[in-house]
Structures are given as C-alpha cells and as structure tokens.
C-alpha cells in the first residue's frame, strides 16, 4: 500500500487569483507596495459588506450599550489573532523546511488574517437568529423551491452565512463582480469545504451551487485532496477557526460582564487557576482591587496570549493529520486542548444558557425571526413571477428593491432563473443590518414611513 497523499505548502499558499485582475490601462509597471496578500486584506476593509458588519449583531441584538461587540469589531479582533497564529505558523514552517522559497512568515499571517476578516461577511442580521430565521422559512415553504433541482434546494433550507461569506469574496461583492481573493486566502476561509448537498448531520457548508465551479477550481489549484463530494480543510483553515472560536469566547463572556449577565468577578474567579493566580497571591489582589473593565480586558489579554501559544502547538502537534487530511474537518483545534483552550470552552459552555437566554435577547430573538418571515413572506411571493411574464400588483416593486439591472441578467438565464432569483433575494436580506431590516419590516406591515 502506498502512502497517503498529503498537501504541499508549495501550492496551498498560491497567491494567483481566480481572475487575472486587469492590467493598467497605459501599460505602467505597478508601484504597488503591497503583497498579494495584504489586497485581499484591503479590498475586504473597504467594502460595503464589511463596514454593514457595524451594525450586525454578534451576540446581543440591536444594543445601545457602545461597550458591547459588533460583527465589525468581532472580525477585526478575530483578524489580529489569527495573524498572529499565522506568523507562529509560517516561522515552524521555516524551521521544517517547508515554507515556499522566497515567501516570508509574515505572508502566511496575511492569509489567516484576510480570511479572518471575511468569515463573517456573509451572516445575516441578527446573527445566528437570522441565519435560523431563512432555513426555518425555507424548510416551512417547501413549494417555493420546487422548481429548483434537489442539490440546490438544499442551499436555502440549510442556508449557511459561511456560504454566504464565500459568495461575497467570489461572485457578489465590489458591486457584483466579488474580490476576486488569492486562492490561498478561498481556501484558508472554507471552514466547511463541501456544499449543502453534502450530509455531514449539521446544516454547515462553505459554498451555494452558485460558486461550486469556483471553489473546485480553487481546490484544484490549491491541490487539497478530495474526498468524494468534499475536500481535505485548507491548514490554514483551522487557524482562521481556531482565532474565531478564541475570540468570541472570551469577548462573549466580557460582553455578559458588561450587559449585567454574569457578576463583574466572573471572568477573576473562572480563570484565576488557569492563570495561575492564587487568591492568596499578590497578583490576584492586585487585580481584584481593579475596576472590571480594566481587570477583565487584562484577564482577557492573558486569554487570549495562551490560548495562542497552545493553537500553535496543537497545529505543530498535528500537522501531518493536517496535511493528510486525516484530522476531523467538523473538529476544532480548540477541541483537542488539554490545557487554556479547554477552560475556556469549559466555561463558556456552561455559561451559553445564561448568555443566550437572557430574557432581552429571547424577546429580541423573537421579534428578529418575525423580521425575516415577513421580508420573506412578501418578497418571495414574487419570486415565480419574476421570471415570467405574469404580473402582480407588487413584482415590479419587488424587481426595483433586487435592481432591475441585476434582475434581467437573471431572466436571460432560463434553465436556473428561478433558483437565482431566490438566491438574489436571499443575497438582499442577508446582506441588510439589524436596523434597516427592522425598519424594512415595520414599513412593509405599514406601521413606519
């Protein structure tokens, strides 16, 4: 028996684009600065669907407390640890001998990062809410997908913001001609690098029917191994999630502090053993004494510092099960700690009923779900129209809120018009703020103008 195949560096940190980005119009040699890399990082910092990450909810909807984090702040957190884990990376690279010639640590640390800043592009408003809000319509509407073919209708009664997100950076954004990324950076943000068809007994994939040639062609290229109707996860991959999963945890449970959730020495006594602070010890006093913003932006610093240096040594540890495609694309890095990471989660999970129950955000929740089931149930209703010539009192109003000029590029298409115009429609929702989706809402059951 021969070995199992295994990725090459050489290949999955490729820095040519699906699309050969075009060339300067007077033929000037460019005077850009930046690596590959740091474009990608560019183009997604200056794009409308990250700055609407503003005013998306993370975990705590439509707050007026500053001090609470936004998908906007979230992702640019997430964003500085993973380039951080990246570089660790690209340095262990470098010492086994496997980094691309002529690349520097630093670059990998950029490809985390881009991928970082973008996992959350695609989330819907209201979070996770949203995200159940659009299959749970979808699943309770079955006949609106029925002129579609089975693997697509799976795309929306699974809809996936993970999905959505690679919809942006390959199809959708920059004004619909997407960012056209590095394939090191696709890759590195396919945390479920399967479509919806694929059963995996979670509603989790990284890619619509839409962008499925797309994603292959980047796999291809990037050379991770197939496995059936799946790929083996991008390595880098597991470090954009691992600086997810470091993040929101932590910054989850700071957020809890401030709403009133938990008391304000939660975070002191939870972590003070994995600190290693005894109550006794000057350390712990010092901090105790603190006010709990300062003391917990400090607890959380050490957090995150360690939780750092233990994904490190998890990738290190397992990097040939990376590399084969042998480890659990579903698990996390964050799973296999023994250490920091594993309090962490410990904690946090015993804290998710506290945190995602509270009374305000049940109610908000609520409300939130019925924000997207009346979007849906009125634009939706015009969905088969539009690829018709039957008319309605609403379907040209309808055509104008999707924009018409990307309405008759969809009708041309006969063969898969209908599943584009739900995607079309699905892309408008998903894409709105907590805010102007209320708004929205209030407008069309004419109760705000």
């Known amino acids: 028996m021969g070995s199992a195949p295994r990725m090459d560096w050489n290949r999955l940190l490729d820095a040519t684009r699906p699309k050969i980005d075009k060339p300067d119009k007077k033929n000037k040699p460019s005077k850009d600065v930046r690596s590959p890399f740091q474009r990608d990082i560019d183009r997604i910092t200056f794009s409308d669907a990250f700055r609407r990450l503003s005013r998306k909810t993370q975990v705590h909807p439509l707050n007026e407390n500053d001090h609470i984090h936004s998908r906007l702040t979230h992702s640019l957190e997430v964003a500085s640890v993973g380039r951080s884990l990246g570089v660790h990376i690209g340095n262990f690279l470098q010492d086994i001998g496997e980094l691309p010639e002529g690349m520097q640590p630093e670059r990998v640390g950029e490809i985390v990062q881009a991928a970082c800043m973008a996992h959350d592009i695609g989330n819907p408003p209201f979070g996770h809410s949203g995200e159940s809000a659009i299959k749970d319509w979808f699943q309770g509407h ?112 700071e957020d809890a502090t401030e709403l009133g959730i938990v008391s304000e020495d939660f975070m002191l006594k939870q972590f003070a053993a994995a600190l290693e602070w005894s109550p006794r010890k000057a350390e712990y006093k010092k901090y105790a004494r603190r006010h709990y913003r300062q003391r917990n932006s400090s607890i959380r610093t050490k957090l995150i510092g360690l939780a750092t240096e233990e994904v490190v040594e998890l990738f290190t540890a397992n990097h040939d099960a990376i590399m084969t495609g042998a480890l659990d694309p579903k698990a996390s890095l964050m799973e296999l700690s023994q250490g920091v990471c594993q309090t962490i989660h410990s904690v946090y999970k015993e804290l998710s009923d506290d945190l995602f129950y509270s009374r305000r955000k049940a109610i908000l929740e609520i409300g939130a779900g019925n924000a997207i089931s009346v979007l849906l149930d009125q634009i939706m209703a015009e969905a088969s129209r539009v690829c018709t010539d039957e008319e309605s009192t609403n379907k040209e109003k309808i055509i104008r809120l999707l924009g018409r000029d990307k309405v008759e590029i969809i009708k041309k298409d006969k063969t898969s018009c209908h599943y584009k115009i739900i995607m079309a429609i699905v892309d408008y929702i998903s894409g709105m703020t907590d805010n102007y989706a209320t708004d929205l809402c209030r407008k069309f059951l004419g109760l705000g103008y």
């Open 142 to 253: 079955p006949g609106s997908l029925t002129p579609l073919p089975v693997n697509c209708r799976s795309d929306f009664t699974k809809f996936d913001g993970n999905a959505m997100a690679i919809r942006i950076l390959l199809n959708t954004g920059f004004y619909r001609e997407g960012f056209n990324p590095t394939n090191a950076v696709i890759g590195a943000s396919l945390k479920y690098p399967w479509p919806s068809s694929y059963d995996v007994g979670k509603d989790k994939f990284s890619f619509f029917q839409t962008e499925a040639k797309l994603v292959q062609a980047a796999a291809r290229k990037l050379g991770l191994i197939a496995f059936g109707d799946r790929f083996a996860r991008h390595p880098l991959a597991f470090l954009a999630e691992a600086a997810d999963d470091i993040c929101y945890r932590t910054i989850d449970m």
